[in-house]
């Protein structure tokens, strides 16, 4: 059996599903999840391939009859409208944005136009489609955000939660409340079937090397220094991508459109324990390491302007409203990934391309 009782699916008819951005790193994630539970449905990934998305992602579902991939942007409303009306979508699983918070500071423009520009061209393309379509009752746009857009917590401040107002501090996280808001208006304004998740921190294979878990592994191999920003004592919630996909598989099958679900993993840490952690288990996993042990590279640099200071994620709503908890340890999550990186050196080493070292030396300069 696939799932408890609790986490069994409502209706058990094929969907047909669009995921925007299914070739970066959770929306890849995602979509191999879904492929394997949901073989008779249809999927249909739609990614512009920026920096970030990489079609080797998904390379081992490339021959599969239901699943097709379309290089393309989210902005193109023609593209858009014509995937919609020929995949005959009932689903949109959107996770399509430019996601790097270090990013947004450097320049900020391609956050609005895809995170905002392109969520609303998504919304306004699906409402017509389904419109077209007499709103057909299995209908449902997923949107997926970040518990960013709540702003920083305090030490002592209760974890987010669904009702937590709205203060975000990055170009990133307000390019993403905007979105939010424009996925919750659709509902209200047209009744379109949205639903809101918003997740922490997020760690697994195909992270993106610019991110501080594959960021710390990657130097570690390479001998290189590990930057932790400030003072190190910033806390993220971190939420393994597979405990992160079931729960929007939860969210798709059991949610209610309109509401909003966070998603968390129960794991808060200072960014510097993490770095250890990650260095006690590169030093026991990795053989051969350059340093050794790799905690000798940890090396404080120039905080990141406007870090936020602590985000946690409540999820209650999540476990009584859908039956979903994470399931991974941080321990156990931390390892799997480490493993992973270690067998896909061939994934990694090409993404440190000549574009990604000027970036590194913009940031860590
Ligand atoms: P990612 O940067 O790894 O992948 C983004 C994907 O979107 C890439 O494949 C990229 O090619 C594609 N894309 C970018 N612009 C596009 C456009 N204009 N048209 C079509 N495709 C485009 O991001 P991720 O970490 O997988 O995040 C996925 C979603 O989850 C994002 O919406 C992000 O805001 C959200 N999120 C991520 C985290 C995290 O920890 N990674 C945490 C909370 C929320
Ligand atoms: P990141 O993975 O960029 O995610 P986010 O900023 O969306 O939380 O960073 C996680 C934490 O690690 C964050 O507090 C910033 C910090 N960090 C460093 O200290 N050094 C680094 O090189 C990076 C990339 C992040």
């Known amino acids: 059996m696939k799932f408890s009782k609790q986490e069994q699916p409502l209706s058990s008819e094929p969907h047909r599903i669009l995921v925007t951005g299914g070739a970066g790193f959770i929306g ?21 391939l920026t920096y970030a998305g990489n079609r080797n992602n998904l390379a081992e579902l490339e021959g599969l009859q239901n699943f097709r991939f379309v290089q393309g942007d989210i902005c193109d409303r023609v593209l858009v409208d014509t995937l919609l009306q020929e ?20 320049g900020p423009d391609a956050f609005i136009r895809t995170n905002v520009v392109g969520t609303f061209t998504l919304l306004e393309s699906f409402r017509h489609h389904w419109e077209r379509r007499n709103r057909p009752e299995n209908a449902r746009f997923l949107h997926v955000s ?108 059991r949610g209610v459109p309109s509401e909003t679900y966070n998603i968390g993993g129960n794991n808060e840490v200072k960014n510097i324990d993490l770095v250890h952690m990650l260095c006690e288990l590169m030093n026991e996993l990795a053989p051969h390491l350059p340093v050794h042990p790799s905690q000798k590279l940890i090396t ?66």
Do not use: M
Request: charged share 20%; glycine share 6%; net charge negative.
């Open 28 to 48: 890849s994630n995602f979509v191999h999840h879904w492929c394997k539970q949901y073989p008779d449905d249809r999927v249909v990934v739609l990614d512009a």
């Open 146 to 253: 970040t518990d960013e857009v709540y702003g920083s917590l305090d030490p002592d401040d209760h974890p987010f939660t669904e009702t937590t107002p709205y203060a975000p501090n990055s170009p990133y996280s307000a390019s993403k409340a905007g979105s939010d808001h424009l996925a919750r208006a659709y509902y209200h304004t047209y009744g379109l079937p949205t639903i809101i998740t918003n997740c922490s921190n997020n760690y697994g294979p195909y992270h993106f090397p610019e991110k501080l878990i594959p960021l710390t592994c990657i130097n570690v191999l390479l001998g290189k220094a590990l930057p932790i920003y400030g003072d190190g004592q910033n806390i993220r919630d971190w939420l393994y991508v597979g405990d992160h996909c079931r729960a929007l598989d939860a969210v798709i099958h």
């Open 300 to 365: 404080f640099v120039k905080d990141r302007p406007g870090h936020d200071r602590r985000y946690a994620i409540d999820a209650t709503k999540a476990k009584t409203e859908l039956g979903w908890t994470p399931a991974e340890t941080l321990e156990r999550g931390l390892r799997q990934t480490i493993e992973w990186y270690l067998a896909h050196r061939d994934w990694w080493q090409p993404l440190l391309s000549e574009e990604y070292q000027a970036y590194y030396r913009q940031v860590y300069a």
């Open 87 to 106: 995949e005959a979508i009932d689903t949109v699983a959107h996770f399509a944005a430019e996601s790097h918070v270090d990013r947004s500071i450097l």
